[in-house]
């Protein structure tokens, strides 16, 4: 049974950090690329970074610099740092794996983890 439960989110004054954590279980996590997706108030649901099974990472411009992504593979869990948050950076966070479709990534596997930032 595949399962992804997402966990670390909170409420932070701007300028503040969060880290969020996302535990996997019920697929290859080794060999799978991971992402963190997050929607805020548009509904839109946006990619916010990415990595591969050989650490390479990828990141949304609105974030690179201030967010990091990295994974565990004896845990088999995904993370997030993020740093400098602003307002902007407020939404629900979801961890997702490359065979998701696309459609069914924001609140279809996990419930999320909400990040609230305050001026």
């Known amino acids: 049974q595949v399962q992804l439960v997402e966990s670390g989110g909170g409420s932070v004054q701007a300028g503040g950090s969060l880290r969020l954590s996302c535990t996997c279980s019920?697929?290859?996590?080794?060999?799978?690329?991971m992402s963190w997706y997050r929607r805020g108030p548009s509904n839109e649901c946006e990619l916010v970074a990415s990595?591969?099974?050989?650490?390479?990472?990828d990141y949304a411009t609105s974030v690179k610099g201030r967010f990091t992504i990295s994974q565990d593979n004896a845990k088999t869990t995904l993370y997030l740092q993020m740093n400098s948050l602003n307002s902007e950076d407020s939404a629900v966070y979801y961890c997702?794996?490359?065979?998701?479709?696309?459609?069914?990534?924001?609140?279809?596997w996990g419930r999320g983890t909400r990040v609230t930032v305050s001026l």
């Open positions: 997702a794996a490359d065979w998701m479709i696309p459609g069914n990534i924001c609140g279809y």
């Open positions: 019920g697929f290859n996590f080794d060999n799978t690329v």
């Open positions: 990595i591969s099974d050989d650490d390479s990472t």
